[in-house]
């Protein structure tokens, strides 16, 4: 990984020489520019390559757009999120065919490593990739058309050709979106590039890629655990307290007391709620100090979107073929709302007033705004006002929140700033920590520092964690990210990484060379004939990373941290019920407990078990715009694929395995 001040790569990733991406791109200056490294030079060179792309793209769509079609403003919305709402009705159906309810996968793992085809070039995309492709690949086109009516010309094509035309339009957003995230994907070191007989190679870059991967699967499984271990809890209280929620029912908005609804709608529900509950929340900041209205009211008002959602799914046509002589069908996807009748209903749901339900609808309402933080984008904005009395929905966002994604997104639209987020994050893992020291019975005695600074002979260091438990001493520098959905914000968070490694290693050599001195003024017991084992780690909210050591300090979550220190146990097989059929017995004493921390923060057992699963794929092809639109762009990536219990079992983890009798009966059965 490459962090050389004023570099070619620096100076692009900062801006001071513009990336292809900018209309306003100077080619004399990136030919001119110094290349210092060899990935400078070979970043010049994919820059030369995506600039002649984005161009093609840019002049198809000048002369596309110069093309009359009779199609407004209002239609084209409606057409562009009626394919993107028709492609998550078909999503959804092809799930319910490739993972039968009746026979999911037992090792829920697995359930990640699925892939369809269905999408227009024929690829193979994970579930999650397909439902990305839906929503992203009708940003450009739902952007394009937001501004005001240009005149709108008869036409002389017929409705076939008005059909390509549109297919046509669609396909280039998707081009230009995945050529962008291909260039940032490069930019941040996260795809190799390299061109061989006028053929586009791409490859994931597994130093980066893999601990993304990991980070996305483990992330999206726990958001899945939580659900189930709380639905019982969210049914109860939803239920007793007769909340009520909109449907759609008869083509028109109305609601339902929850105990009303059908059992999938209430799913649904508690699905979105949970996606909000995610703890990373609790570190952010959440007031929106210039704005009428506070962070619970948006996302009171984004889970009844996600309910009406539910009913305007239902309510499109089951059939979902699209003929080449009625573009038009594409329009029956998309369901028209009146915004007063809108905010009436949530005003009256939520209890909140009228003119602040209408400014959160503003709120989250998809706008060409540029803000700072995340770019806009229609999963943290899912309304699309197609004129100042009606709007659209975009349901795939809404079906499928990613709670911690659209508060990230929301905080940086309010223009608060969530740098200073460490502290409730710092102070969750040290309450935490504590509790598990009392309660695990290796533990005889430990030490906790519990103030923020240690000065010593006039040095001093702010310090995050610091502990000891007889010869083990861990120094950890915590950091609250929050998503690490884009190829910059990936790179963010390497960079926060290394900044944390740095002053981790700096602060335990602090620590280590006045230790004896340490222990005096906090009135820890100093044994002069004990070797003390120094452990510097990272702590990352998200887990970014976990399990590797980019720059000299173990990287861990707090999750893995904790556990650790739970009782000894790593489970790694079990039953619906949570009984651990088989699992890992990390210490066995107090002296192991001490001894094989280093080992397990280097190769946590959680980690590698997602390493087992993760490999290249078949190669996806993609068109290439400057070629005719040929299949010369090849990308091969990293992902999860399908792994067995026996091969989760036969993996050297380092530490004794513990098999229970009634494993071979599980495994036996269908």
Same mark, same amino acid.
């Given at each position: ?160 050709? &008005?059909?390509?035309? =549109?297919? %046509?339009?669609?396909? +280039? #957003?998707? !081009? ?7 260039? /940032? @994907? ?108 506070? &962070?619970?009211?948006? =996302?009171? %008002?984004?889970?009844? +979107? #996600?309910? !009406? ?7 499109? /046509? @089951? ?352």
């Amino acid at each position: 990984m490459q962090f050389i001040k004023n570099s070619f790569a620096d100076k692009v990733r900062s801006n001071k020489i513009k990336s292809p991406l900018r209309t306003d791109f100077s080619l004399e200056k990136w030919e001119t520019a110094n290349k210092l490294t060899e990935f400078d030079k070979r970043l010049y060179e994919a820059g030369i390559y995506f600039h002649s792309q984005f161009n093609c793209i840019r002049d198809h769509l000048e002369k596309l757009n110069k093309t009359p079609t009779s199609i407004t403003k209002e239609d084209y919305l409606k057409i562009f999120i009626g394919m993107s709402n028709r492609d998550a009705k078909v999503n959804i159906e092809n799930v319910k065919k490739i993972i039968p309810q009746d026979n999911p996968p037992r090792l829920d793992i697995n359930f990640y490593g699925i892939q369809t085809s269905n999408n227009p070039v024929g690829n193979l995309y994970s579930l999650n990739e397909t439902a990305m492709i839906s929503v992203d690949g009708i940003f450009y086109n739902v952007l394009s058309h937001l501004s005001n009516d240009s005149e709108i010309k008869k036409t002389k094509l017929n409705q076939e050709a &008005i059909f390509q035309h =549109i297919r %046509v339009e669609n396909l +280039l #957003s998707q !081009l230009y979106f995945s050529y962008e995230q291909y260039w /940032n @994907s490069i930019l941040y070191e996260q795809i190799t590039f390299k061109i061989i007989d006028d053929k586009l190679i791409l490859r994931d870059n597994p130093e980066i890629m893999i601990p993304f991967h990991i980070t996305d699967t483990r992330n999206s499984k726990i958001r899945i655990n939580n659900i189930i271990s709380s639905y019982g809890d969210y049914m109860k209280i939803l239920g007793n307290n007769n909340y009520a929620y909109l449907i759609f029912k008869d083509n028109q908005i109305s609601y339902q007391s929850f105990c009303e609804l059908e059992s999938k709608n209430q799913q649904q529900i508690i699905t979105c709620l949970n996606s909000f509950s995610d703890e990373t929340i609790n570190f952010i900041p959440n007031t929106l100090p210039n704005l009428n209205f506070n &962070i619970d009211e948006v =996302i009171s %008002v984004f889970i009844q +979107l #996600s309910s !009406l959602s539910y009913g305007i799914l239902n309510s499109l /046509n @089951s059939d979902t073929s699209i003929s080449d002589s009625d573009y038009t069908k594409f329009k029956k996807f998309s369901r028209t709302l009146n915004l007063s009748e809108l905010i009436d209903y949530l005003a009256f749901i939520t209890s909140i007033e009228k003119s602040k339900v209408s400014l959160i609808i503003d709120f989250l309402t998809f706008t060409h705004e540029r803000v700072p933080g995340p770019r806009v984008d229609l999963w943290r904005f899912p309304i699309v006002k197609v004129n100042n009395d009606e709007c659209l929905l975009v349901l795939e966002p809404l079906l499928h929140p990613v709670g911690l994604r659209c508060f990230e997104g929301w905080m940086a639209k309010a223009e608060v700033e969530l740098a200073q987020k460490g502290t409730p994050f710092e102070n969750h893992i040290k309450t935490e920590l504590n509790e598990l020291f009392g309660a695990n019975s290796y533990i005889e005695k430990s030490d906790f520092f519990e103030e923020d600074i240690i000065s010593i002979n006039g040095e001093e260091e702010e310090i995050d964690l610091l502990f000891k438990i007889g010869n083990l001493i861990v120094l950890g520098e915590a950091k609250c990210v929050v998503t690490t959905d884009s190829a910059k914000s990936v790179w963010n968070t390497i960079e926060t990484i290394k900044h944390a490694s740095d002053q981790a290693i700096r602060k335990l050599n602090f620590v280590s060379r006045n230790f004896k001195s340490i222990c005096e003024k906090l009135n820890w017991v100093h044994d002069e004939n004990l070797e003390y084992n120094f452990n510097p780690i990272v702590v990352i909210s998200n887990g970014f990373g976990a399990g590797n050591n980019f720059f000299g300090a173990p990287i861990l979550d707090h999750k893995i941290l904790f556990s650790y220190f739970t009782n000894g146990n790593i489970p790694l097989i079990s039953t619906d019920n949570g009984e651990d059929l088989a699992y890992l017995k990390i210490y066995n004493s107090s002296e192991e407990l001490q001894n094989n921390f280093s080992a397990f923060i280097s190769k946590p057992p959680t980690i590698e078990t997602y390493k087992i699963c993760i490999n290249y794929l078949t190669p996806i092809s993609l068109i290439s715009c400057k070629d005719q639109y040929k299949k010369l762009i090849e990308h091969t990536r990293l992902g999860i694929s399908n792994v067995t219990e026996q091969q989760v079992l036969d993996h050297n983890y380092g530490y004794e395995l513990v098999i229970l009798d009634s494993l071979e009966s599980y495994l036996a059965k269908a």
